[in-house]
T-cell receptor, first 114, second 115 residues
């Protein structure tokens, strides 16, 4: 059973470009969380999605950031017009159910904005 | 808002000794607390969960305690090995009315086990 998959693993974007980060949850998991981790900082919650629904986006900046989890295909975290401050590791986690405690994390996407 | 404190300084320990990591929290009474391990360049891996009504939980060489009066959890690794070297994250459930699980992570403590 494959774990949580994220791609790309490394992404370099110039300021002003768009970044698209993909996350395929574990098989059978329909709940996805996105986190951002800055150097020397903890994991910060961004958004929680279920299939076709955004449940909680309280940790996501209102502008330039969006997330989706379509009925088919991976969850996408999209950052428009990237700035240097967006450089970070972005982790996706999935869980089996709404009330399931354990989250399974992917390997992360390291975004570098030049 | 809730605040989680983990010793951000690295903890160096000799192989075979017991490593003890601390997680303190304020401004909240979590229903449960989790510990994760994170290796460089990798995502966190879930280790243990302890609920507010549990004082202690064990898993192989790992032991977690939860003191809701002190607002503190201790994470112990007995007979530590160099392979235990990693960053250990404490995570608390976050208050939300949505009926779903949401956690807040501490910054983590880096453990180095010296052979």
């Amino acid at each position: 059973n494959a774990g949580v998959m994220q791609n790309p693993r490394h992404l370099v974007r110039r300021r002003g470009q768009e970044a698209r980060l993909r996350c395929s949850p574990m098989k059978g998991h329909s709940h996805v969380y996105w986190y951002r981790q800055l150097p020397e900082e903890g994991l910060k919650f961004m958004v929680y999605l279920q299939k076709e629904n955004i449940i909680d986006e309280s940790g996501m900046p209102k502008e330039r950031f969006s997330a989706e989890f379509p009925k088919e295909g991976p969850s996408i975290l999209r950052i428009q017009q990237v700035v240097r401050g967006d450089s970070a590791a972005y982790f996706c986690a999935s869980s089996l159910g709404q009330l399931t405690y354990e989250q399974y994390f992917g390997p992360g996407t390291r975004l570098t904005v030049t | 808002s809730q605040k989680i404190e983990q010793n951000s300084e690295a903890l160096n320990i000799q192989e075979g000794k017991t490593a003890t990591l601390t997680c303190n929290y304020t401004n909240y009474s979590p229903a449960y607390l989790q510990w994760y391990r994170q290796d460089p360049g990798r995502g966190p891996v879930f280790l243990l969960l302890i609920r507010e009504n549990e004082k202690e939980k064990r898993k192989e060489r790992l032991k977690v305690t939860f003191d809701t009066t002190l607002k503190q959890s201790l994470f112990h690794i007995t007979a530590s090995q160099p392979a235990d070297s990693a960053t250990y994250l404490c995570a608390l459930d976050s208050p939300n009315s949505g009926g779903y699980q949401k956690v807040t992570f501490g910054i983590g403590t880096k453990l180095q086990v010296i052979p």
